[in-house]
Protein backbone atom coordinates (compact mmCIF):
# COMPACT_ATOMS: atom_id res chain seq x y z
CA UNK A 1 0.00 0.00 0.00
CA UNK A 2 1.29 3.55 -0.62
CA UNK A 3 1.94 5.78 1.77
CA UNK A 4 1.67 8.91 0.56
CA UNK A 5 0.30 9.06 -3.22
CA UNK A 6 0.32 12.28 -5.93
CA UNK A 7 -1.21 12.41 -9.04
CA UNK A 8 0.00 13.07 -11.59
CA UNK A 9 3.09 12.11 -11.59
CA UNK A 10 4.06 13.78 -15.06
CA UNK A 11 2.39 16.62 -15.69
CA UNK A 12 3.27 19.19 -19.29
CA UNK A 13 1.81 21.67 -19.47
CA UNK A 14 1.82 25.51 -21.38
CA UNK A 15 2.20 28.84 -19.97
CA UNK A 16 -0.69 30.57 -18.93
CA UNK A 17 -2.61 27.42 -18.04
CA UNK A 18 -4.32 26.12 -14.68
CA UNK A 19 -3.21 22.93 -13.38
CA UNK A 20 -3.68 20.91 -9.97
CA UNK A 21 -1.60 18.74 -8.31
CA UNK A 22 -3.47 15.84 -5.86
CA UNK A 23 -2.03 14.24 -2.70
CA UNK A 24 -3.55 11.87 -0.54
CA UNK A 25 -1.88 10.07 2.51
CA UNK A 26 -3.03 6.71 4.16
CA UNK A 27 -0.94 6.99 7.45
CA UNK A 28 -3.33 8.62 9.21
CA UNK A 29 -1.36 11.93 10.01
CA UNK A 30 -2.35 15.12 11.00
CA UNK A 31 0.08 17.32 8.88
CA UNK A 32 0.42 17.58 5.34
CA UNK A 33 3.46 19.63 3.63
CA UNK A 34 3.84 20.86 -0.42
CA UNK A 35 7.95 21.08 -0.80
CA UNK A 36 8.93 22.14 -3.98
CA UNK A 37 12.55 20.98 -5.56
CA UNK A 38 14.15 22.46 -8.59
CA UNK A 39 16.63 21.55 -10.96
CA UNK A 40 19.55 22.22 -8.62
CA UNK A 41 17.72 19.59 -6.20
CA UNK A 42 17.67 22.46 -3.41
CA UNK A 43 14.12 21.69 -1.45
CA UNK A 44 11.88 24.75 -0.46
CA UNK A 45 8.78 24.45 1.98
CA UNK A 46 5.86 25.92 0.59
CA UNK A 47 3.03 25.10 2.20
CA UNK A 48 1.71 22.81 5.16
CA UNK A 49 -1.57 21.87 6.98
CA UNK A 50 -2.59 20.74 10.37
CA UNK A 51 -5.83 18.87 10.35
CA UNK A 52 -7.16 21.23 7.95
CA UNK A 53 -5.45 24.53 8.88
CA UNK A 54 -2.40 25.96 7.49
CA UNK A 55 0.41 26.56 9.12
CA UNK A 56 3.18 27.28 6.91
CA UNK A 57 2.58 29.68 4.40
CA UNK A 58 6.09 30.40 3.04
CA UNK A 59 6.46 33.40 0.26
CA UNK A 60 5.33 32.42 -3.00
CA UNK A 61 3.21 33.54 -5.50
CA UNK A 62 -0.53 33.68 -4.99
CA UNK A 63 -1.17 31.83 -8.36
CA UNK A 64 -0.24 28.84 -5.88
CA UNK A 65 -3.12 27.85 -3.77
CA UNK A 66 -3.27 24.81 -1.31
CA UNK A 67 -6.80 23.18 -0.19
CA UNK A 68 -7.54 20.57 2.00
CA UNK A 69 -10.61 18.91 2.37
CA UNK A 70 -9.77 16.27 4.83
CA UNK A 71 -6.86 15.76 6.72
CA UNK A 72 -5.62 12.82 4.11
CA UNK A 73 -5.58 14.95 1.20
CA UNK A 74 -3.69 17.91 0.29
CA UNK A 75 -4.07 19.30 -3.03
CA UNK A 76 -2.06 22.07 -4.75
CA UNK A 77 -3.79 24.41 -7.48
CA UNK A 78 -1.39 26.65 -9.95
CA UNK A 79 -3.07 29.46 -11.84
CA UNK A 80 -1.32 31.27 -14.80
CA UNK A 81 1.67 28.85 -15.04
CA UNK A 82 4.97 30.32 -15.88
CA UNK A 83 8.05 28.80 -16.70
CA UNK A 84 9.97 29.05 -13.93
CA UNK A 85 7.21 26.89 -12.01
CA UNK A 86 8.66 23.86 -13.99
CA UNK A 87 10.59 22.07 -11.05
CA UNK A 88 9.82 18.46 -9.06
CA UNK A 89 7.07 19.26 -6.68
CA UNK A 90 6.49 16.84 -3.41
CA UNK A 91 4.02 16.15 -1.29
CA UNK A 92 4.83 14.81 2.32
CA UNK A 93 2.96 13.90 5.57
CA UNK A 94 4.17 13.49 9.75
CA UNK A 95 2.12 12.48 12.21
CA UNK A 96 2.48 16.17 14.00
CA UNK A 97 3.81 19.54 13.08
CA UNK A 98 6.76 19.23 15.09
CA UNK A 99 8.53 17.36 18.08
CA UNK A 100 10.53 14.85 16.43
CA UNK A 101 8.48 13.10 13.82
CA UNK A 102 10.15 12.37 10.19
CA UNK A 103 8.21 13.73 7.30
CA UNK A 104 6.80 10.84 4.81
CA UNK A 105 7.20 11.72 1.09
CA UNK A 106 5.28 11.40 -2.19
CA UNK A 107 7.22 10.12 -5.38
CA UNK A 108 6.83 13.58 -6.61
CA UNK A 109 5.25 15.61 -9.37
CA UNK A 110 7.49 16.55 -12.14
CA UNK A 111 5.89 19.86 -13.54
CA UNK A 112 7.31 20.76 -16.91
CA UNK A 113 5.74 24.31 -18.57
CA UNK A 114 6.58 24.70 -22.00
CA UNK B 1 16.84 31.06 12.50
CA UNK B 2 17.70 27.92 11.72
CA UNK B 3 20.28 26.56 8.88
CA UNK B 4 21.72 23.56 7.23
CA UNK B 5 25.46 23.70 5.18
CA UNK B 6 26.54 20.79 3.76
CA UNK B 7 30.06 20.67 2.32
CA UNK B 8 30.71 19.06 -1.02
CA UNK B 9 27.69 18.58 -3.59
CA UNK B 10 29.42 15.85 -5.16
CA UNK B 11 31.24 12.80 -3.04
CA UNK B 12 32.22 9.92 -4.58
CA UNK B 13 33.38 7.28 -3.10
CA UNK B 14 35.07 3.44 -4.20
CA UNK B 15 32.66 0.34 -3.62
CA UNK B 16 34.02 -1.16 0.20
CA UNK B 17 35.46 2.77 1.02
CA UNK B 18 34.01 4.80 3.82
CA UNK B 19 31.60 6.71 3.27
CA UNK B 20 31.38 10.39 4.79
CA UNK B 21 28.57 13.40 4.27
CA UNK B 22 28.96 16.38 5.83
CA UNK B 23 26.24 18.56 7.43
CA UNK B 24 26.72 21.57 9.76
CA UNK B 25 23.56 23.53 11.44
CA UNK B 26 23.02 26.59 12.99
CA UNK B 27 20.12 26.63 15.30
CA UNK B 28 19.63 28.97 18.20
CA UNK B 29 17.72 26.31 20.35
CA UNK B 30 18.35 22.07 20.77
CA UNK B 31 17.36 20.95 17.35
CA UNK B 32 15.99 17.95 15.61
CA UNK B 33 18.22 16.43 12.96
CA UNK B 34 17.77 14.00 9.73
CA UNK B 35 19.19 12.92 7.43
CA UNK B 36 16.97 12.01 4.29
CA UNK B 37 17.93 9.77 1.01
CA UNK B 38 16.47 10.18 -2.58
CA UNK B 39 16.67 7.62 -5.20
CA UNK B 40 17.00 8.71 -8.41
CA UNK B 41 12.76 9.75 -9.89
CA UNK B 42 11.55 8.86 -5.86
CA UNK B 43 10.78 11.02 -3.26
CA UNK B 44 12.68 11.16 -0.14
CA UNK B 45 12.80 8.66 2.81
CA UNK B 46 14.22 8.92 6.35
CA UNK B 47 17.66 7.26 6.75
CA UNK B 48 18.00 8.52 10.83
CA UNK B 49 17.50 11.44 12.99
CA UNK B 50 18.86 12.67 15.93
CA UNK B 51 15.89 13.69 18.77
CA UNK B 52 18.55 14.10 21.85
CA UNK B 53 18.31 10.73 23.57
CA UNK B 54 21.72 9.63 21.83
CA UNK B 55 24.39 11.53 20.45
CA UNK B 56 25.46 8.34 18.27
CA UNK B 57 22.63 7.82 16.01
CA UNK B 58 22.23 4.23 13.75
CA UNK B 59 19.94 3.88 10.66
CA UNK B 60 18.75 2.07 7.86
CA UNK B 61 20.96 0.43 5.49
CA UNK B 62 24.45 0.83 7.84
CA UNK B 63 24.26 4.31 8.30
CA UNK B 64 24.80 6.43 11.40
CA UNK B 65 25.25 10.10 12.59
CA UNK B 66 26.99 11.42 15.58
CA UNK B 67 25.27 14.91 16.87
CA UNK B 68 28.60 16.94 18.22
CA UNK B 69 26.91 20.18 19.69
CA UNK B 70 31.01 21.85 20.23
CA UNK B 71 30.79 21.38 16.60
CA UNK B 72 27.50 21.78 15.63
CA UNK B 73 28.00 19.19 13.16
CA UNK B 74 25.29 15.92 12.42
CA UNK B 75 28.13 13.91 9.81
CA UNK B 76 26.94 11.04 8.25
CA UNK B 77 29.14 7.72 7.47
CA UNK B 78 28.73 4.38 6.67
CA UNK B 79 32.04 2.19 6.78
CA UNK B 80 31.77 0.15 3.68
CA UNK B 81 30.06 1.90 0.25
CA UNK B 82 27.73 -0.07 -2.00
CA UNK B 83 27.11 0.53 -5.56
CA UNK B 84 22.71 0.87 -4.29
CA UNK B 85 24.24 3.84 -1.91
CA UNK B 86 24.50 6.15 -4.90
CA UNK B 87 21.88 8.61 -4.28
CA UNK B 88 21.23 11.99 -3.62
CA UNK B 89 21.32 12.74 0.13
CA UNK B 90 19.80 15.62 2.58
CA UNK B 91 20.81 16.70 6.01
CA UNK B 92 17.52 18.53 7.76
CA UNK B 93 16.78 20.18 10.66
CA UNK B 94 14.30 21.33 13.03
CA UNK B 95 14.04 23.83 16.42
CA UNK B 96 12.10 22.06 18.93
CA UNK B 97 8.56 23.56 19.04
CA UNK B 98 9.10 24.49 15.45
CA UNK B 99 6.88 23.62 12.77
CA UNK B 100 9.55 23.95 9.69
CA UNK B 101 11.79 21.37 8.56
CA UNK B 102 14.94 23.16 6.59
CA UNK B 103 16.76 21.06 4.61
CA UNK B 104 20.24 21.72 3.36
CA UNK B 105 21.26 21.86 -0.35
CA UNK B 106 22.33 17.45 -0.75
CA UNK B 107 25.30 16.14 -1.43
CA UNK B 108 25.35 13.54 -4.52
CA UNK B 109 26.85 10.42 -3.49
CA UNK B 110 28.84 8.18 -6.40
CA UNK B 111 29.82 4.75 -6.27
CA UNK B 112 32.44 3.72 -8.30
CA UNK B 113 33.22 0.04 -9.37
Known amino acids: DTAVSQTPKYLVTQMGNDKSIKCEQN?????MYWYKQDSKKFLKIMFS???????INETVPNRFSPKSPDKAHLNLHINSLELGDSAVYFC?????????????FGPGTRLTVT | AQSVTQLGSHVSVSEGALVLLRCNYS??????LFWYVQYPNQGLQLLLK??????LVKGINGFEAEFKKSETSFHLTKPSAHMSDAAEYFC???????????FGAGTRLFVKA
Open chain 1, 49 to 55: YNNKELI
Open chain 2, 50 to 55: YTSAAT
Open chain 1, 92 to 104: ASSQVPGETYEQY
Open chain 2, 92 to 102: AVRNTGGFKTI
Open chain 1, 27 to 31: LGHDT
Open chain 2, 27 to 32: SSVPPY
